[in-house]
């Protein structure tokens, strides 16, 4: 498709197609935060720190890759001991990081996973009342009340792949929804969030996989989208019901789809390959007539998810650390600049500002519409250790950031009451 043809489209689109993301509370309680695109709308988060503005650090027992997810004062997190014999949920107290609960949720021989991967990187979901937490063929999905009592288990699986698990789980209204990419029996599940009773199950194409499920309305109803390996595929999040699919350039497909502007949803591979924008709401195979525009992508590896920022789709190369921009409206590159590095995180975004986290723990904030050469506005530390890797993107609550490292967990700046 031409950028011309996909930018007449987008204006149709535009004024023909209404499409938000399910918008839950402001608190971050899932996987991408509230609208599942990375963003914050609090306009009191700090864009430049150091170490003298951590308000507290707290090392973590185990180590893992998952992000802080928040009700009230409680702050959720997974990690695994023992080389992932052990896997662990745990609550501490936002004021100060002090343990108010942890359980642990299985314990056995750990299944191999990926040298950059942890026994804990899918990051928890909460519908305020009961935290849902995955660990793979670590014992499958696990569920408790924020107060620390389980409610209930389920067993999904081996996940057959050399790489492990860490798609994350999401709720929709009652059902808890996991993806369960696999190189063996894979399928996406839809359990009952209070009971753990499978409500739905749903065959997919069988391949490893890392993405996430994100819900959107479109319209008068919701969609369940997970990017995979051919590409992203939208369920029924009711009954399960395969929507539409649209055929990827590539495979991988572990960075998660990303709702934005035009009420498009923006998708990178994995791999090396075109990125492209995708008009949802659509049935059967829809690659012909939803994807409103793609551009190629002649890039290394692309693990952390894009985030939209003004007019802008930002990706980051895993190595090296080159951000692209991609405009939102017809796809054409806009800038590329080199930031350094090793970046696994997905990227967040507040005041109108993209923030990358490094594995060194460095947070370089960026404005894709900077008049200046380079969009880079801050480079921040928390003056974190040699050893600690940082594969988790940074946090916005309440006027604070918290980052998590494998084995420690930082809070920066004061809380806004």
């Not at 696999?182 to 391949?207: C, F, M, N, P």
Request: charged fraction near 25%; hydrophobic fraction near 35%.
């Amino acid at each position: 498709m031409s950028r011309v043809a996909g930018a007449v489209l987008l204006v149709l689109v535009c004024r023909s197609f209404t499409i938000t993301a399910a918008r839950g509370e402001e608190p971050w309680q899932s996987w991408r935060g509230p609208f599942s695109d990375g963003h914050s709308h609090q306009t009191n988060l700090p864009v430049n720190w150091t170490a003298a503005d951590v308000a507290w650090k707290v090392k973590l027992k185990g180590r893992g890759q998952s992000s802080p997810i928040f009700v009230g004062d409680r702050i959720f997190l997974t990690t695994a001991l023992n080389d992932g014999r052990e896997r662990m949920v745990m609550c501490l107290h936002r004021d100060d990081g002090r343990v108010l609960w942890e359980r642990t949720a299985w314990t056995g021989d750990p299944e191999p996973i990926h040298k950059m991967n942890s026994w804990a990187s899918a990051t928890c979901a909460t519908d305020g009342e009961r935290v849902y937490a995955f660990f793979g063929r670590g014992g499958g999905l696990f569920c408790y009340t924020i107060g620390g009592e389980k409610v209930w288990e389920k067993n999904l699986g081996q996940f057959e792949s050399p790489w492990g698990t860490a798609a994350s789980p999401l709720v929709a209204g009652n059902v808890v929804i996991q993806n369960c990419d696999s190189d063996k029996d894979a399928y996406i599940i839809g359990l009952d969030k209070r009971t753990g009773a499978e409500v739905w199950k749903t065959e997919r194409q069988t391949i490893r996989g890392w993405s996430s499920p994100i819900l959107l309305k479109v319209g008068d109803h919701q969609e369940v989208v997970v990017n995979g390996h051919f590409g992203p595929k939208a369920y029924d999040p009711a009954t399960g019901k395969e929507l539409w699919y649209c055929k990827s350039f590539i495979g991988r497909g572990e960075p998660t789809v990303t709702p934005g502007p035009g009420g498009l949803l923006y998708v990178m591979n994995g791999q090396r390959g075109d990125v492209y924008a995708i008009r949802p709401g659509g049935s059967g195979t829809v690659t012909d007539t939803h994807m409103v525009w793609h551009t190629p992508r002649k890039t290394g590896r692309d693990l952390p998810s894009p985030i939209i920022v003004k007019n802008a789709m930002l990706g980051i190369e895993m190595k090296g650390g080159i951000v692209t921009a991609y405009d939102t409206a017809d796809g054409h590159e806009l800038w590329r600049e080199r930031l350094s590095g090793n970046f696994s995180a997905s990227p967040t975004a507040w005041r109108d500002l993209a923030f990358f986290v490094e594995e060194s723990g460095e947070v370089i904030a960026i404005d894709p519409t900077a008049a200046s050469e380079t969009k880079i506005v801050s480079r921040s530390t928390v003056g974190a250790a040699e050893d600690e890797i940082f594969r988790a993107g940074a946090v916005p609550s309440e006027g604070q950031v918290f980052l998590r490292a494998d084995s420690a967990l930082y809070c920066i700046g004061r809380r806004a009451r």
